[in-house]
């Protein structure tokens, strides 16, 4: 197992090139979807990882539930310091499950609320217009999937706005992209190194929505026009999980990208190019992670099992 078991909690370091370069010669999707399987498999390898040691590192605490061969020499040799790397393991677990924790109880505790505060409204459309004086729009998922847009931003808007703003949100339910920001904000909750993911994912999910409103109502200006005005009377994220229309973050940047051409539509970068030799980067460290990962997972399998009397 030896240095094997720490590379999965320092690889996702190579993911990080490829979070803003693909953005800029990818389609949205295909940013989405690259940077979320990326994210979440560095993520769950990071587990794996924090996993091992703390099995090695509680096997080396005095009262402990594991039987002696765990502690055995040849155990202990598996993994460098092993002492406090154990120890510093189980303390990042904890905060680790407990950041998991927190965030989807959040996430389930904002989706609820927010059902029960529709279920009085027909049903007959999947639009829930709110009549408030705060300016918000967002998607909320589930079964049925709602848009929930106050009168407010609605008022904001002119006819064509409003059609791109509804057709936004139609792409973040369509999309099912509350269930890829979800999962890399786990995932960044698990590496902190998988943070600038889970905002890249955020960013390209609302280009994502951004382009398929633009599509729908055939005119990238006023698509452009809708997101700007929304930004500037709107200031309130709903929730880790949930796609706003106005969502915090690189505004003028979204913009920008609405009033240039369409991008393209190629799921992997050119491969003589700066993003493609990021994106490839990307993927030997993630396969990197998973090999390590299963390297050290066999190991101590292997000499706990030779270790642990019959």
């Known amino acids: 197992m030896g240095i094997f078991v720490f590379l999965p909690l320092m690889l996702p370091l190579t993911a990080l090139p490829i979070a803003r370069m693909a953005e800029q010669h990818l389609h949205p999707r295909s940013t989405t979807r690259l940077l979320t399987v990326l994210a979440v498999a560095l993520g769950v390898c ?6 091992l040691l703390v099995v090695v590192g509680t096997a080396q605490l005095p009262g402990n539930p594991l039987p002696d061969g765990w502690s055995d020499p040849e155990v202990r040799a598996m993994v460098p310091r092993v002492e406090t790397a154990g120890t510093g393991a189980i303390l990042a677990l904890v905060a680790v499950l407990g950041a998991c924790a927190v965030t989807l109880r959040r996430n389930h505790r904002i989706s609820s609320r927010t059902h029960r505060a529709l279920r009085d409204l027909p049903c007959d459309s999947d639009l829930a217009v709110l009549p408030d004086a705060a300016p918000y729009a967002y998607a909320l998922p589930g079964s049925p999937g709602r848009i929930v847009i106050s009168t407010s931003l609605l008022d904001c808007l002119d006819a064509d706005e409003r059609g791109a703003l509804i057709a936004h949100e139609r792409a973040h339910l369509s999309g099912r992209h509350h269930r890829l920001l ?3 904000h786990l995932a960044g909750c698990v ?12 960013y390209s ?20 026009r809708a997101v700007g005005k929304a930004a500037l009377v709107s200031h309130a994220n709903p929730g880790p999980g949930l796609a706003s229309f ?16 369409v991008p393209p ?3 992997w970068p050119p491969a003589r190019t700066p993003a493609g030799f990021a994106a490839l980067m990307a993927a030997v460290g993630t396969v990197a992670s998973a090999l390590s990962s299963a390297n050290a997972t066999i190991a101590l399998f292997i000499v706990l099992k030779a270790a642990t009397p019959l």
């Open 246 to 261: 106005a969502a915090p973050g690189p505004v003028p940047r979204r913009v920008a990208a609405l009033l240039g051409p």
């Open 191 to 202: 590496n902190p190194l998988l943070l600038p993911l889970r905002a890249a994912v955020a």
């Open 46 to 51: 990071s587990t794996l990882s924090l996993g």
């Open 265 to 267: 539509a190629r799921t």
């Open 182 to 184: 979800l999962s890399t």
């Open 205 to 224: 999910a609302e280009r994502w929505a951004d382009e398929e409103a633009a599509r729908a109502v055939g005119d990238r200006r006023v698509t452009a």
